[in-house]
């Protein structure tokens, strides 16, 4: 009975998420998951918990399966950019309170793969990446194109925390960024979804806003780019999720051309 009620919660989370993202309606079928809001319906359907299916409660399901940082090592290429990044010293925040450098993690064969800016305070804690309140929601927008974080990988920037969450600096991008190039040429994902402004200026080598990137694809090295707002920011400017869920679908479509 608790386990009912914890999965009918679960459901009741994941439905109002998707509703938020302006998703129409539940299928099955991974084709739609691709298709939607290009057609032009304005009519928004949600179903109700009782029209799901109720044989695979686990696709449903909002905790995320979130990799252990032994899945660092699981290829022979991104060790080696892991033992060269070592303990590292290379900038300013190796003093300024990082308590473990934050590599990345996922397949290292993935064809996509998400950019963000830098560690916070959970992901300095834990040494994974996206793991708090925005991690939470990075993995439901993972899941909500109908893939799991361990089917793509998750890197920043900048791999030490910055106090008190400020702005990474030039200097310390310029330090860093190297490292994530790398982890991109080894990876070689075919599409790249850009967190926020930081990543997507750092892989376009622009100043533009993301206000400004998104809305388009572009290319790193032989990778498709799509630049959209930061899980952080969406958690603060709920009326932009709509938005990120344009660009998610488009990077799906991406991967399924
Ligand atoms: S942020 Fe990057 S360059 Fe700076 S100390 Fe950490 S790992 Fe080294």
């Not at 022979?76 to 060790?79: T, Y």
């Not at 930061?230 to 969406?234: F, G, M, S, T, V």
């Given at each position: 009975m608790g386990r009912n009620v914890n999965s009918r919660?679960?459901?009741?989370?994941?439905?109002?998420f998707l509703t938020e993202l302006g998703i129409d309606g539940l299928s099955r079928d991974r084709g739609w998951r691709t298709s939607g809001r290009e057609s032009g319906r304005e009519s928004r359907t949600v179903p109700q918990a009782s029209e799901l299916p109720a044989s695979d409660p686990a696709s449903l399901a909002v905790?995320?399966?979130i990799p252990s940082p032994s899945s660092l090592a699981n290829d022979?290429?991104?060790?080696s950019i892991r033992a060269d990044l070592g303990d590292c010293t290379r900038c300013k925040l190796h003093t300024l309170g990082r308590r473990q450098i934050v590599f990345g993690v996922g397949n290292p064969h993935a064809d996509l793969m998400f950019v963000g800016e830098a560690p916070g305070r959970d992901e300095d804690a834990q040494g994974i990446p996206f793991v708090g309140r925005a991690g939470q929601l990075l993995t439901k927008m993972?899941?909500?194109i109908g893939l799991t974080r361990d089917e793509v990988y998750i890197a920043n920037v900048i791999k030490c925390r910055p106090p008190e969450n400020r702005n990474p600096e030039p200097d310390e991008v310029a330090a860093c960024e190297p490292f994530l190039f790398r982890q991109v040429e080894m990876i070689h994902p075919k599409v790249i979804v850009a967190l926020g402004a930081f990543a997507a200026q750092t892989l376009l080598k622009t100043q533009d806003s993301i206000s400004r990137l998104r809305g388009r694809i572009y290319t790193y090295s032989s990778a498709q780019v799509i630049p959209t707002f930061?899980?952080?920011?969406?958690l603060r400017s709920p009326d932009r999720k709509r938005d990120a869920w344009e660009d998610l679908k488009k990077a799906k479509s991406l991967l399924d051309g």
């Open positions: 919660d679960q459901l009741a989370e994941h439905l109002k905790a995320p399966a022979v290429d991104l060790p993972i899941e909500a930061h899980p952080a920011y969406l």
